[in-house]
């Protein structure tokens, strides 16, 4: 009985609704779906409605359906279509052969409209948009009935045909539901089921010059697929009961069931499509797919995984409450990913060369190389060392100040995985900047020999000059200024200038340079990159930061 009682605490609200449902006998089965309007990219919200909506139909062995939400034809195209299958395929949320549009069921959408006029439940009205909304009243006061709501069945039948046939222009007229002008839900004071657009539509050409508003297609598309829940946001909560009272009406034998949960608000990110529409136009981002965005698209080209967007939308949970969560949590899902994953490697994004000056000319020899201290199974590799390297231009100073323990003249530091080497002399250009630095190493302090002789505190990394590859590496930080929020008092964006910086000529250990689009390492003491799947090339690899090794950030228990 206590185990009967501690899973039913640790189940969601939906979860228990949907048990409910299963136990009364509403449903013997669950299908669910995820319903985007093809009118831009998806970002992070919407890979929790496509993991929670998916993650019920595993849960209760039942069915996940993907369809297009095309009843809108001004702003959809096919572009959005492809990238939103390709975003949830991505993500494992596997619809197998149910992928549907609303488009296909435009018929039935149109015969269900013509069944509510012969009821007496729809009617062709003449008033302007303008004169609809002040029809509709107020939270306080009740709406007006329009002087067309009381056509006869005959009219309105005639009427609505003449619209499907192109005898309106657009805006001329709207079929509307005849419920209550006096409701205290403003959506059910004769709400708008069909307008007239003369618009080519993406799926179904110019067939049709009228198209359903959206609260009256969706509840059919989910009656039509049997979707017993139908799971969305929270600002629906208020059409809950027209989309009841459109199922009901038709005749939908089992109607499907809405329930709402909070949509996730991410801190200092942007969203909203028209934003990112902007930053694309004005070229300040490289498309919706631009590694600083949250879009699906750029979580997957910057390196980002599915099994880490799982984790993370887990760990934001379901609730009724509206919350933001910060982003250092998905920095957090994704380290927490990839740290037993992935090659540990060397690069140097900043290099100046160092010449070992007793280490003999054209001398290569090939170090073992953990590829992942951490796990074993990722094996071993050899790495190239020779007489020239690069290391950090961090890592050499000059004039160090207390307690920095990397290389300056005298010191002596270990080159990782490598030798002992001792700074003896430096080469400045005539700005005073350091251009080549002379070593010399001890052949016995190789590492993984047993030398015990002596410590030093130092330890760097290093690239053999010889035996490396060029690579161009971007470090992203959040596009917007934490500091002062996402937008300015005037609603526009508070860009960071810093968003992005370009590393051109960075060296790279030689194994990378087969790198193909969205492979990724660690990059030791610098962080996660990815194999950037826009920009890189054979002959020119890009690198995107993922993420920085650490953070403060710490997930609550």
Request: charged letters at 30%; aromatic letters at 10%.
């Amino acid at each position: 009985m206590r185990m009967e009682e501690k899973e039913k605490v640790s189940k969601n609200f939906i979860e228990m609704a949907i048990d409910k449902d299963l136990e009364e006998g509403v449903y013997d089965h669950v299908m669910t779906r995820f319903p985007p309007e093809p009118n831009g990219y998806l970002h992070i919200g919407h890979a929790k409605s496509i993991l929670l909506n998916y993650g019920l139909a595993q849960k209760y062995h039942g069915k996940f359906n993907l369809r297009f939400d095309d009843t809108n034809p001004t702003k959809e195209r096919m572009e959005f279509v492809e990238s939103i299958k390709k975003d949830v395929q991505w993500l494992g949320a596997d619809y197998e052969d149910r992928l549907f549009f609303a488009s296909n069921y435009f018929d039935q959408m149109y015969e269900a409209a013509v069944s509510l006029i012969k009821k007496g439940k729809a009617y062709v009205c003449d008033l302007s948009a303008e004169e609809i909304r002040e029809y509709r009243g107020t939270l306080k006061e009740p709406g007006k009935e329009s002087p067309y709501r009381n056509r006869s069945v005959e009219e309105n039948l005639e009427l609505f045909e003449k619209m499907k046939n192109g005898e309106f222009a657009d805006g001329e007229k709207v079929l509307r539901a005849k419920i209550d002008m006096a409701a205290g839900n403003i959506n059910m004071r004769d709400p708008i089921l069909y307008r007239v657009a003369h618009m080519t539509h993406h799926n179904t050409g110019d067939k049709w010059c009228i198209y359903p508003m959206y609260d009256f297609a969706h509840p059919i598309e989910d009656a039509i697929e049997g979707v017993t829940h139908s799971i969305c946001t929270l600002e629906f909560e208020d059409h809950r009961p027209l989309y009841d009272w459109v199922v009901k009406e038709v005749g939908f034998e089992q109607p499907p069931r809405q329930i709402e949960f909070a949509k996730m608000y991410l801190t200092n990110v942007i969203t909203g499509k028209r934003y990112i529409k902007k930053l694309v136009e004005d070229g300040i981002v490289d498309g919706w797919d631009d590694p600083r965005l949250v879009s699906i698209a750029a979580l997957r080209r910057r390196g980002f995984t599915p099994d880490a967007i799982r984790t993370f939308i887990e760990l934001a949970g379901v609730s009724k409450a509206q919350s933001s969560v910060d982003y250092a949590m998905l920095e957090f899902c994704i380290r927490d990913d990839l740290k037993l994953k992935k090659s540990r490697v060397m690069a140097v994004l900043d290099p100046v060369k160092v010449v070992i000056t007793n280490y003999p000319e054209g001398q290569i020899e090939y170090l073992d190389v953990e590829n992942n201290k951490e796990n074993e199974e990722l094996g071993s590799r050899k790495v190239a060392f020779g007489r020239e390297l690069y290391i950090e231009r961090d890592d050499f100073m000059i004039d160090p100040p207390k307690k920095y323990f990397r290389m300056y003249p005298g010191n002596e530091v270990r080159l990782m995985n490598a030798y002992f080497v001792k700074c003896t002399d430096y080469i400045t250009d005539e700005n005073g900047k350091v251009t080549e630095i002379h070593c010399t190493y001890d052949p016995e302090t190789k590492s993984g020999s047993g030398f015990t002789g002596r410590k030093v505190k130092g330890t760097i990394h290093w690239v053999c000059a010889d035996e490396c590859v060029d690579a161009e590496v971007r470090l992203y930080e959040n596009i917007v200024d934490e500091e002062k929020g996402v937008y300015n008092e005037d609603g526009s964006l508070n860009l960071n200038p810093n968003s992005l910086t370009i590393l051109p000529e960075c060296k790279l250990e030689a194994g990378l340079k087969d790198s193909k689009a969205y492979d990724s390492f660690q990059f030791v003491r610098q962080g996660y990159f990815c194999c950037d799947a826009k920009d890189s090339t054979e002959d020119h690899l890009v690198f995107n930061r993922i993420v920085s090794l650490k953070s403060s950030y710490k997930p609550k228990k």
